[in-house]
């Protein structure tokens, strides 16, 4: 399975205004309830928020991966944010995060969870995935360029 399966341009938020993390989870996650995604937006920003309290989310390179398992959904969901200045997310690396894949999914489904997971680190490890994304302004361009970045990545991986 590929990720672009579990993205869609309204899915995309492109100009993140949110300076801290919890702010950006409520932004994201409030992009999702307006759109009929989820019904309790309060419920998966305290998700979110319990899953970094055991390890921030934040991996490296500018990228973060939040997620989290939700009865409110039937299957999973990959939102991509951009945030052009920056959010400290006590990332591992110590650095800024500028890309937010945020996935959710339901309590059933963890091994496509992993899966999925898997799949965007490895994408995050391809060298040109950062700049080419950092170029993209439009919901398309964005998904465009992590399609392509995909299809570098064998589907066994």
């Known amino acids: 399975m590929n990720l672009a399966d579990y993205m869609r341009e309204d899915l995309v938020l492109p100009d993140l205004r949110s300076r801290s993390k919890a702010l950006l989870f409520e932004e994201m996650v409030n992009h999702l309830s307006a759109r009929g995604y989820i019904g309790d937006a309060k419920e998966i920003v305290r998700l979110l928020l319990d899953r970094e309290k055991l390890m921030s989310t934040g991996i490296k390179r500018g990228f973060a991966i939040?997620?989290?398992?939700?009865?409110?959904l039937e299957k999973s969901i990959m939102m991509v944010g951009v945030s052009r200045r920056g959010v400290d997310f006590q990332a591992?690396?110590?650095e800024p995060v500028f890309f937010v894949f945020l996935l959710l999914g339901p309590p059933d489904d963890?091994?496509?969870?992993?899966?999925?997971l898997a799949r965007l680190s490895r994408l995050m490890n391809q060298d040109d995935f950062y700049g080419r994304l950092e170029t993209a302004d439009v919901p398309r361009e964005i998904l465009d360029v992590i399609a392509a970045e995909e299809k570098k990545i064998p589907l066994s991986a």
Do not use: V, Y
């Not at 939040?66 to 409110?72: D, E, G, L, N, S």
């Not at 963890?110 to 999925?116: E, V």
């Open 66 to 72: 939040p997620h989290a398992f939700t009865a409110q």
């Open 92 to 94: 591992l690396d110590d």
């Open 110 to 116: 963890q091994g496509l969870h992993m899966h999925l």
